[in-house]
C-alpha cells in the first residue's frame, strides 16, 4: 500500500466546467476555522464554484475558501479532495439541513 493507494479516492480534474441542472441533495460546506486556504480543491470542482474568501473578512496572509452554494451541485468531490490531500474542512451537508441552518433557499 503506497502514496498511490491512499490518492485512489480522488478524482480527475474535470475537462469542462459544468452548470447546476437540479437541487442538490447534499451542499459543500467549509469550515473556515479548519481551512488552510491551499486551494487544492478549486481545480477539481465541476461547476467552478469554490473561490477565496474575501481578503476583507480576515486579517490573515493566505484566507479559506468558500463555495458559492447557489452554483454548487453537491457532487462531494471537493470534499473528497480535502480530506484525502489536505485538512478534511469541507463537508457535505443535507441540503433541507443545510437551508435551514443558514435560511438560505437553494434552488
Not at 4 to 22: A, M
Not at 44 to 63: A, G, L, M, Q, R
Not at 76 to 101: L, Y
Request: proline residues 8%; aromatic residues 6%.
Amino acid at each position: 500500500m503506497g502514496y498511490v493507494d491512499h490518492l485512489k479516492s480522488v478524482p480527475e480534474l474535470p475537462e469542462k466546467i459544468n452548470s447546476k441542472k437540479t437541487r442538490p441533495r447534499l451542499m459543500a460546506v467549509v469550515d473556515e476555522d479548519n481551512c488552510t486556504g491551499c486551494s487544492a480543491c478549486v481545480p477539481f470542482c465541476p461547476v467552478d464554484c469554490i473561490e477565496t474568501v474575501n481578503s476583507d473578512k480576515y486579517n490573515i496572509p493566505i484566507p479559506p475558501v468558500q463555495v458559492r452554494w447557489n452554483e454548487c451541485i453537491g457532487c462531494q468531490i471537493c470534499s473528497r479532495v480535502c480530506k484525502k490531500i489536505t485538512w478534511d474542512s469541507i463537508r457535505m451537508m443535507p441540503t433541507d439541513v443545510f437551508e435551514k441552518r443558514y435560511n438560505i433557499k437553494i434552488d
